[in-house]
């Protein structure tokens, strides 16, 4: 039975870009796809295109194009991903600037665009799911609002012949269930298959995850070769029966528990899946180790999609200013606690305006809290930091200030103060009726 190569060289925007130049080199692909767009990336973007209308794309694409473009081009392997952010046409466009800069001669780049529904939704009495209001509650702070797309526009552009093909907001496993479609022609309701490459394509869709990064525990489940990980490759047959492997000799493992903590990796119902495409049921999948790093993966069900694309609202939410200092030796963690309880006092002495605060000794409470940190031997070392939630950017810098101050001002030894202000770019959720969301194809090529 023919089957393709799919392999995914990056599960977020900040990944390696190492194993997907190994991917493209030793993986014997037919696909390579970079995973790279989060909730509140794709928002981000859109501020960065209001300032620059040449930007809103990924801020790595350049270098990771640069790194597999070329091996992609010689060896026939096409590309997909979601790097286009706030602006895939921009990214289509800097992607052909690099062909040419690398020397390529012919190169087709597709552009998806169509999930940016804002001017649909502004002053729209659509509700947000989170918290039951209006879109319109949100005012001149809503900055980006993007519906998540299907495969559609992603199987046109490969018809048409794309080498490339750069997405906004798609849905994940899209990136990798759209070439199935593409390669074995499944129709666009044959749900039980659709189902099936949706499972896949969640597999692939965090790179390391599911070659043992996510899932390594040290004592508990090792893992060799972590710092030259090994990204996954999947090998998909037309039924949509896969084997999930990676480059032999890389890093990381593939195992049938490495598949099952990936399989259950952000899924709230495995019996019900949304997405765009169709609606999954992982609860009949069957995981079965075949061989060293290969694991075959079937049972993938489906159920007609659903008449509404989750959309992502993105708007300004507030500001956080944060400061941290260090403390040693013995008496290490009373000092930090006094440094805790004077910048607590300091901020209401000077009248600070803050709508949350939070004082932490790193090491000893700030993840699990005092409860379950309180019968802790007392540790040699603790760093103390304070955040703040405020609403303006002069209100969180003050916060960092006060934290500095310690330097002089505080209990004895502190050191390594570092302070921090940033606005908060948050999100929501609503679902969009799909006829709202209307995507469509644009070619860049040379």
């Known amino acids: 039975m023919r089957s393709i190569r799919i392999g995914t060289g990056a599960g977020y925007s900040g990944d390696r870009i190492e194993p ?16 790279c767009l989060a909730e509140r990336t794709i928002a981000i973007g859109q501020q960065a295109r209001l300032a620059d209308p040449a930007k809103g794309y990924d801020p790595l694409l350049a270098e990771r194009m640069r790194a597999v473009l070329k091996t992609c081009a010689e060896k026939g392997i096409r590309i997909i991903t979601n790097m286009g952010a706030a602006n895939p046409q921009a990214a289509a466009r800097r992607i052909r600037e690099i ?21 649909v939704l502004k002053g729209s009495n659509f509700t947000i799911e989170d918290n ?3 879109v319109a509650s949100l005012g001149d702070k809503l900055i980006s609002a993007n519906a998540y797309l299907g495969i559609a526009p992603i199987v046109e552009a490969l018809q048409g012949g794309a080498d490339v093909v750069v997405t906004g907001r798609v849905a994940d496993p899209a990136l990798v269930l759209a070439p199935l479609v593409h390669e074995f022609g499944w129709a666009m309701d044959d749900w039980d298959k659709l189902g099936q490459g949706t499972l896949v394509g969640h597999l692939l869709e965090c790179a390391g995850q599911i070659t043992g990064g996510y899932f390594a525990d040290p004592g508990k489940k090792d893992v060799a070769g972590l710092a030259r990980l090994g990204f996954p490759i999947g090998e998909v047959s037309a039924d949509g029966s896969a084997v999930i492997t990676k480059v032999a000799g890389s890093g990381g ?31 009949a999948v069957h995981i079965t180790e075949i061989g060293p790093d290969r694991v075959a993966v079937t049972g993938g069900r489906g159920r007609p999609r659903t008449a509404t694309l989750k959309t992502t609202l993105g708007y300004r939410d507030s500001f956080i200013g944060e400061g941290q200092i260090s403390y040693a030796g013995p008496g290490a963690q009373a000092r930090a606690q ?24 790193i090491g000893v409470n700030a993840i699990c809290g005092n409860d379950m940190s309180s019968a802790a031997a007392e540790p040699f070392e603790v760093r103390a930091r304070v955040a703040g939630r405020t609403a303006s950017m002069k209100e969180a810098v003050r916060i960092g200030n006060e934290v500095e101050t310690l330097y002089t001002n505080g209990p004895a030894g502190g050191g390594g103060a570092t302070k921090s202000a940033r ?21 860049e090529e040379i």
Do not use: W
Request: net charge negative.
């Open 253 to 283: 493992q593939v195992t049938a528990r490495t598949c099952k903590e990936q399989l259950l990796y952000e899924i709230h119902d495995p019996r019900s899946y949304f997405t765009p495409d169709v609606v999954a049921d992982f609860s």
């Open 99 to 119: 062909a040419r800069e690398i020397g390529l001669k012919r190169l087709k780049v597709a552009a998806v665009s169509g999930d940016d529904v804002l001017d």
């Open 132 to 134: 039951s209001q209006p």
């Open 20 to 35: 997907a130049v190994e991917l493209a080199e030793q993986g014997e692909l037919d696909y390579l796809i970079f995973e």
């Open 423 to 443: 606005e908060v770019i948050a999100v929501l959720s609503m679902l969009l009726p799909r006829e709202l969301a209307n995507a469509s194809v644009h070619f």
């Open 338 to 361: 006094l440094a805790l309880d004077i910048v607590r006092e300091r901020l209401q002495l000077t009248g600070v305006q803050a709508d949350e605060l939070r004082f932490d000794l």
